[in-house]
């Protein structure tokens, strides 16, 4: 990466971080319930476990500026991750993610290794860990400010989904949802 790309990237997160605290501020304490939401954040590492309190990705949503970048990282000893955007083309019979972006998905990743995403749209991504679907291995990422209304990720999850999948899916909904729905009042 050139010189001149990197301190236009570098120039275009300051702009977006201060126009964010900017609008955090004339807001309030927007999403100040979620240790999560609304506080959008330039990078992000969410790390795949085993789980606390049934969570399989820690944390379960991240918040980013748009541009920002989410690194999952596996934890789990022996266990194989692998991340993918849930997408008729990645994973599932679902598009989770806005209309217009491109699916991701990782390789098989073991304690240690990342895979890293920049995310260059505002929208909420629903995205799973493959080999724990089956217990609720899934997690969200919101860019930026989105209309929650316009959502794809927003949308009650798809009857083929494992239970505990579709469970996880529709807690984080409504987390996301709060915090968005309380911007776009």
């Known amino acids: 990466m050139s010189g001149r790309s990197t301190r236009r990237r570098l120039l275009k997160l300051s702009g977006v971080t201060l126009v964010s605290g ?32 049934d969570e399989h990705a820690d944390p379960a949503v991240a918040h980013l500026v748009d ?13 194989e991750h692998a991340v993918a955007a849930y997408h008729p083309s990645t994973h599932g019979d679902q598009r989770r993610i806005p209309d217009g972006t491109e699916p991701w998905e990782s390789a098989d990743l073991t304690d240690g290794e990342s895979f890293d995403r920049v995310f260059d749209e505002e929208g909420v991504f629903d995205y799973v860990c493959r080999p724990h679907e089956a217990d609720g291995a899934v997690g969200s990422i919101v860019v930026g400010w989105p209309e929650p209304d316009e959502e794809p990720g927003l949308e009650p999850p798809s009857d083929s989904y494992p239970a505990a999948a579709a469970e996880a899916i529709e807690r984080r909904n409504e987390r996301v949802r709060d915090v968005l729905e309380e911007v776009h009042e």
């Open 22 to 53: 900017v609008a955090g501020c004339l807001r309030g304490e927007v999403g100040a319930g979620d240790p999560d939401l609304g506080d959008p954040k330039p990078y992000v590492e969410v790390t795949f476990s085993s789980g606390r309190d």
């Open 67 to 79: 541009g920002g970048t989410v690194e999952w990282v596996a934890d789990g000893g022996k266990r």
